[in-house]
């Protein structure tokens, strides 16, 4: 029977860019994937079909050769060992599969590859700090246990004057192929794990590994302005990479501690100041802290509980710039408490002068607005 037309088979126009021809097959050989199709003869033969022609025309010099002689060119062509055959009888189809669908089956394209130097990992590390030191900045040392090369093999993980050897099972590469059923998968070698050599005489002071844990001291610059959730990244301080890999990098995650007096709201500041209920009667100066040191506030006559005062610029400059913010000081009026029996006489008196809510508006509106609410109401 005549073999159909390699552009038809995929669907394209003879002039199919590569990377729209490896679109077109992908699409096809997906649709007839005979996981996708179990017992589908029809399925798989067309799947063969999708492979054959896609395994010619994304090689140019075979495709050169269909488009001038057609069949005839390619099943002439040193190597092929007959197209015609199916997906079994060309030797090269396991190369297109692991381009084509090794995302998906985690083929060549996945994983550590063929063997040889891999990054090593990301290390975390949280920085307590107090307020003070997130406000200003600040410089702190730290200790991270963390696996450094080994000093005494160089990181080859081989004793002192021998060297790791191929692995025979893959033969340096890093991964064997397995066969399953007309195609084959590639797969971590299971000798070398897919280093691609083995050592056969380990090193005595990292055991062959090539890494050993050490605890590591570093300086870290904390910059004014951090808060809770930053991060500061420290290049190159993780864990050392394999087979002389780089390494990895160090993330030092801040987390600001509670104030006794502060609270932070994005660059503001909070604090609650308690004054007395004569000063907040007749006014007056007080003494507020701020991160700086101390400074006088102005409480004028008649203050009420709740009452907000702000500090410009006494706040937290952004880490990332921008403008300084600011500290808010809410006033708490505060009820004297363990009062003598003069004080108590003084109050009363001070009480039956105070009668007919003139000098409280807050508490004869309230009054007011409680008698008319139960006026309305139908008993």
């Not at 290390?123 to 696996?147: C, H, N, W």
């Not at 070398?192 to 090193?203: Q, S, V």
């Not at 994005?266 to 101390?294: H, K, M, Q, S």
């Not at 029996?341 to 309230?366: A, C, V, Y």
């Amino acid at each position: 029977m005549a073999k159909r037309d390699y552009y038809e088979i995929l669907g394209v126009d003879r002039d199919v860019s590569a990377a729209d021809l490896k679109k077109a097959y992908r699409r096809v050989a997906m649709k007839h994937h005979p996981d996708r199709n179990p017992g589908d003869k029809a399925a798989e033969d067309k799947f063969k079909e999708a492979s054959e022609a896609y395994e010619v025309l994304s090689d140019a010099q075979k495709r050169a050769a269909y488009d001038q002689y057609g069949h005839a060119g390619v099943d002439q062509n040193a190597g092929m060992g007959g197209a015609g055959a199916g997906a079994g009888g060309f030797g090269n189809f396991s190369d297109i599969f692991g381009d084509v669908f090794g995302d998906i089956f985690g083929g060549a394209g996945g994983g550590r590859g063929r063997g040889g130097p891999s990054r090593g990992a990301d290390l975390r590390y949280t920085l307590d700090l107090s307020l003070e030191q997130a406000v200003r900045g600040t410089t702190v040392q730290i200790k991270v246990p963390t696996l450094v090369a080994c000093d005494t093999c160089d990181g080859s993980g081989a004793k002192k004057g021998t060297s790791p050897k191929t692995c025979t099972t893959c033969g340096g590469i890093g991964q064997v192929r397995m066969q399953q059923g007309f195609f084959s998968v590639q797969q971590t070698c299971p000798t070398c794990r897919g280093r691609g050599t083995i050592i056969t005489d380990p090193c005595d002071a990292c055991h062959g590994q090539g890494r050993k844990e050490e605890t590591k001291t570093l300086s870290v610059k904390v910059p004014a302005g951090v808060d809770t959730g930053d991060r500061i990244r420290l290049s190159g301080e993780g864990e050392a990479g394999m087979d002389g890999g780089p390494a990895g990098d160090l993330y030092v995650q801040v987390s600001v501690r509670e104030h006794e007096i502060f609270t932070r709201d994005g660059n503001n500041l909070y604090c609650e100041v308690p004054i007395d209920f004569v000063d907040a009667a007749l006014g007056g100066e007080l003494e507020v802290p701020t991160l700086d040191g101390r400074v006088k506030l102005k409480v004028p006559a008649e203050t009420q509980t709740g009452k907000l005062f702000k500090l410009r610029g006494k706040g937290v400059t952004p880490v990332r710039g921008g403008a300084t913010g600011d500290l808010l000081c809410r006033v708490v009026v505060e009820t004297p408490v363990n009062l003598t029996s003069k004080q108590k006489d003084l109050l009363r008196e001070f009480q039956n002068t105070t009668k007919g809510g003139k000098n409280s508006p807050r508490q004869r509106s309230w009054f007011d607005g409680m008698k008319n609410f139960f006026g309305d109401m139908k008993i």
